[in-house]
């Protein structure tokens, strides 16, 4: 018994590691003063579009194992009706994923492979949506996060937290935190020649199956968007 | 995947025939193919969606030696690597200055096309079992191959291949996934027959 649990104990403790480093927990906002409010606010909200608009990135992806994954993602949004429609392409051209958000609809238009698994084309395009779409939901607060940095937390329909941090005029954090309050995603974002798209991107999803991907961005232009370009 | 691998193939060989023409039959194609020891070219593929103002374009090169060694190599907007050398396969992105190797469980997807293509390389195309291949003549110059089974044509629903009046150079190749989806590959400088490079088929950077 003694040596089961000596055996048991070490791979015990590492997954109890493992697993706390996808436990952080919504942290405390400090107060800041109320007449840098309006300031913070329009700070946390200068990287977002306000018009339909187009973007191409170059994607790398990091997956469980460190196995490692190249693409193209091609994405149309209207943020005023919180439409996203997604394309990803092989290096190759194939197009491997493509699926439209209707302000929290989903339709998938094609999906070849390991993309096919359910679950998988909502959580793409909620990464799709944290990216590229204001916060959605309630400010719930302002303040400064324990490293100092200022923060706006939202609190979107559904229970989820968002905390956007600008870390320089140039460049924004953005972690999400599901109803318990436990982080589920972290992007580090590099602000492109005009505020209001992210030029380079790093997201991250901590735990043992946890993925990084780092997105270039190639273009990004404004567009006439009509509801069929987000259709089949 | 499956794309840049399905023309290649069809680079074929020197004519050696008068009178009809080298693309008439699939028997034809099938000798025309037969004495070609190395292809390299350059190739411009475009990527047509409906969500795109104007299609994707990319560039590259490839070499081939029959019966399966391959290089096929995108040089821009992304740097990617396929290699086939002597059967086995690998794949690899530009990361940080240097090409870093994908991941594995998708060269499972390309060792089926790649046994495919082999049948392609001899001028086999009425031979595959993937694929049903039609000889769009007279004039046209194009083979036309429909998926055989509905699980392939869910995500290719055609591939038109163009040939070149030179006996055994492929023009140009489309995939058409969808009404609103298709990759056109148009060839580019092609030399049959050439000496290769002693790493044609290996990655040294």
């Known amino acids: 018994m003694k040596r089961i649990l000596g055996d048991i104990f070490p791979i015990g403790c590492l997954l109890l590691v493992v697993n706390c480093l996808a436990c952080a927990q919504l942290p405390r906002l400090r107060p800041m003063e109320r007449a840098s409010f309006g300031a913070t606010i329009h700070q946390c909200l200068a990287f977002y579009q306000n018009n339909p608009f187009r973007v191409i990135h170059r994607i790398e992806a990091t997956l469980p194992m460190q196995q490692q994954s190249s693409m193209l993602g091609i994405t149309i949004a209207d943020p005023g009706q919180r439409w996203i429609r997604s394309v990803l392409l092989s290096v190759e051209g194939v197009t491997l994923f493509d699926a439209t958000d209707w302000n929290g609809k989903l339709e998938i238009h094609r999906a070849i492979g390991p993309l096919e698994k359910e679950g998988f084309a909502k959580g793409l395009l909620d990464d799709v949506?944290?990216?590229l779409l204001a916060p959605q939901g309630l400010l719930t607060d302002v303040g400064r996060a324990g490293n100092g940095q200022v923060t706006c937390r939202f609190q979107s329909p559904s229970g989820e937290w968002l905390d956007v941090s600008p870390t320089s005029a140039s460049s924004i954090s953005i972690r999400?935190?599901?109803?318990l309050q436990r982080l589920q995603r972290e992007v580090r974002a590099q602000a492109w020649q005009d505020p209001g798209v992210f030029g380079k991107t790093l997201l991250s999803a901590p735990g043992a199956l946890g993925y990084t991907l780092r997105l270039d961005l190639v273009q990004i232009e404004s567009i006439e968007a009509g509801e069929e370009l987000f259709q089949d | 995947m499956l794309h840049f691998s399905l023309f290649i193939m069809l680079l074929a060989t020197n004519a050696n025939s008068g009178g009809a023409r080298w693309c008439?039959?699939?028997?034809?194609i099938r000798k025309t193919t037969a004495t070609i020891h190395s292809i390299e070219a350059g190739f411009e593929q475009k990527k047509i969606l409906k969500i795109l103002a104007r299609p994707m374009v990319s560039?590259?090169?490839f070499v081939f030696e029959p019966p399966d060694s391959l290089r096929w190599e995108y040089l821009s907007?992304?740097?990617?690597?396929?290699?086939?050398?002597r059967g086995k396969i690998a794949r690899y992105s530009r990361r940080g200055g240097k090409y870093v190797a994908d991941a594995a469980e998708q060269l499972e997807a390309m060792r089926i096309v790649m046994d495919e293509i082999k049948l392609w390389l001899t001028g086999d195309y009425d031979r595959?079992?993937?694929?049903?291949?039609?000889l769009k003549n007279p004039g046209l110059n194009q083979i036309e191959l429909v998926p055989k089974n509905a699980a392939l044509r869910s995500f290719i629903q055609r591939i038109v291949i163009t040939l070149d009046e030179k006996p055994g150079v492929v023009k140009s190749v489309e995939i058409i996934e969808s009404p609103n989806a298709s990759t056109f590959i148009e060839f580019v400088g092609v030399r049959l027959n050439s000496t290769l490079p002693m790493d044609a088929f290996t990655q040294t950077q």
């Open chain 1, 129 to 131: 949506a944290m990216l």
């Open chain 1, 176 to 179: 999400r935190y599901d109803r």
């Open chain 2, 24 to 28: 008439d039959s699939f028997d034809s």
């Open chain 2, 59 to 61: 560039s590259g090169r």
């Open chain 2, 77 to 85: 907007p992304l740097e990617s690597l396929l290699l086939m050398d």
């Open chain 2, 128 to 134: 595959s079992q993937s694929f049903g291949a039609t």
